[in-house]
């Protein structure tokens, strides 16, 4: 069974704060991403990597940055953080396209609130 | 640009009865496309996935979605919902040959007595 984690679960930090989420995959997938989801616009992609040392930018990057340092893990950075990142956070995970189906493994997400 | 479209919020249906969520893509090539499923505190679980071939797929939890190409659509059906339906879907567009996937707003499904 596919398996990814996250943390943390729940992060309050304050506007201006140094904030680290991460994620670890079991799948031994090489594709990872970061979305965020907001009420009244789903899920937006964030960044991506297709393996360590690799990082894509998605499709609302502004205000972070990720790491991806191997197969495994994917961080996502918030180095000064904003109220407008306040959200839910996912991390997933996939095959190669054609090796598998392109089907996304997720995370249970980290809620984060900056005040 | 390359994007879906869920026309509907929020959806309510009585138990038992049929369902239908809908979803609309923009995109110039073959689409593939995906319904996932969001429970209450949970990340997004696959209910079923389109490549090519027969239109009509068919995917976990007797859901069934329907690909047309000449309306730009792929709504997700069932024919009789159970309370336990009750969960945020969301249609999803694999782009540049499935690196990513981009996502539609959702729709949240109620399934009421």
């Known amino acids: 069974e596919a398996a990814v984690t996250q943390s943390p679960r729940n992060k309050v930090t304050v506007t201006g704060g140094n904030v680290t989420l991460s994620c670890r995959q079991t799948n031994s997938h090489n594709y990872m991403y970061w979305y965020r989801q907001d009420t009244g616009h789903g899920l937006r992609l964030i960044h991506y990597s297709y393996g360590a040392g690799n990082l894509q930018i998605g499709d609302v990057p502004d205000g972070y940055k990720a790491t991806r340092t191997t197969q495994e893990d994917f961080f996502l950075l918030l180095e000064l953080a904003s109220p407008s990142q306040t959200s839910l956070y996912f991390c997933?995970?996939?095959?190669?396209?054609?090796?598998?189906?392109?089907?996304?493994?997720f995370g249970e997400g980290s809620k984060l609130t900056v005040l | 640009a390359q994007s879906v479209t869920q026309p509907d919020a929020r959806v309510t249906v009585s138990e038992g009865a049929s369902l239908q969520l809908r979803c609309k893509y923009s995109y110039s090539a073959t689409p593939y496309l995906f319904w996932y499923v969001q429970y209450p505190r949970q990340g997004l679980q696959l209910l079923l996935k389109y490549y090519s071939g027969d239109p009509v797929v068919q995917g976990v939890n007797s859901f069934e979605a329907e690909f047309s190409k000449s309306n730009s659509s792929f709504h997700l059906q069932k024919a009789s919902v159970h309370w336990s339906d009750s969960a945020v879907y969301f249609c999803?567009?694999?782009?540049?040959?499935?690196?990513?996937?981009?996502f539609g707003t959702g729709t949240k499904l109620q399934v009421v007595p």
């Open positions: 999803a567009l694999s782009i540049n040959s499935g690196t990513y996937q981009r």
């Open positions: 997933a995970s996939s095959g190669d396209w054609g090796a598998n189906t392109g089907q996304l493994y």
